[in-house]
């Protein structure tokens, strides 16, 4: 199993920003909840990026891949607003892990559960994966 490191953190839409602050992490892959659509650094060479809208459509979950590790979706069996299921990949080209990039938040208008039931509720769509394969949960808030 290759060894990485994850980060996550809620820039409140001003990754752009912070960006000086997000490379002092050093994350090989880092996730970001109120995340816009077209950050700056997704555009950048060496960069993989994957997004999920949110509640509103300027902002969701996004997840960055840097220094050749790769992201690629997943195809949800039981789409979770959410969830964002990433499969991440070394710099070889060999799977390191299932990436659940998780923002809860609350949805009155269309009845989401509280975000400890969101939590709940991909950790049941995610059972099977969970039992079986190297999985992470990373986001905010998780409950």
């Known amino acids: 199993m290759t060894a990485f490191t994850i980060g996550t953190w809620n820039c409140r839409m001003a990754l752009d920003r912070k960006r000086a602050a997000a490379e002092k992490l050093g994350c090989d892959v880092l996730v970001v909840p109120e995340c816009s659509s077209k950050p700056a650094l997704s555009k950048e060479a060496g960069v993989s990026f994957l997004w999920k809208r949110g509640r509103f459509s300027s902002k969701g979950r996004g997840v960055f891949g840097f220094r050749g590790w790769r992201l690629e979706p997943v195809k949800e069996a039981t789409p979770l607003p959410w969830v964002l299921p990433v499969r991440v990949f070394d710099p ?26 969101q939590v709940g509720a991909a950790l049941d769509a995610w059972e099977r994966e969970i039992r079986t394969e190297r999985v992470i949960l990373a986001g905010g808030p998780l409950g």
Do not use: C, D, H, M
């Open 92 to 117: 070889a080209g060999s799977e390191a892990a299932l990436l659940l990039a998780i923002w809860t938040i609350q949805n009155k208008e269309e009845r989401w559960p509280s975000y400890s039931a």
